[in-house]
């Protein structure tokens, strides 16, 4: 039997393992949950609770949060522009720039 013949036979085969991997693909449900961030435990009802505590700013800071800055608007061929400025970190933003 040649090689092809021995293809064709199998044909069923592979075509059987094809549609199976694909529907596992299809069935298989993503999960959006990040572990890496907290959040509260919510009872029956729907509610939760948590205790936050602020801490103090760090040795040479004045304040005790971060402030910064982003852009956020549809561009001229209908495209998001969305990125955090860099006056956020004292540089000069070609994006402040051209707004102004």
Same mark, same amino acid.
């Given at each position: 039997? *040649?090689?092809?013949?021995?293809?064709? $036979? /199998? #044909?069923? $085969? &592979?075509?059987?393992? +094809?549609?199976?991997?694909? =529907?596992?693909?299809?069935?298989?449900?993503? &999960?959006? =949950?990040?572990? #890496?961030?907290?959040?509260?435990?919510?009872?029956? !009802? @729907?509610?939760?609770?948590?205790?936050?505590?602020?801490?103090? $700013?760090? $040795?040479? =800071?004045? +304040?005790?949060?971060? #402030?910064?800055?982003?852009? @956020?608007?549809? @561009?001229?061929?209908? #495209?998001?522009?969305? =990125?955090? *400025? +860099?006056? &956020?970190?004292?540089? !000069?933003?070609?994006?402040? &720039? +051209?707004? /102004?």
């Amino acid at each position: 039997m *040649s090689g092809f013949d021995t293809l064709k $036979a /199998a #044909r069923h $085969a &592979s075509i059987a393992k +094809l549609v199976t991997a694909a =529907e596992k693909l299809v069935t298989t449900t993503k &999960s959006y =949950e990040d572990a #890496r961030f907290w959040a509260p435990t919510i009872d029956k !009802s @729907g509610n939760g609770y948590a205790i936050i505590r602020f801490l103090p $700013a760090p $040795a040479g =800071e004045d +304040l005790p949060w971060v #402030r910064f800055w982003d852009h @956020g608007f549809v @561009g001229p061929t209908g #495209r998001w522009y969305i =990125e955090n *400025s +860099l006056t &956020s970190i004292g540089q !000069s933003d070609p994006v402040n &720039s +051209l707004a /102004a």
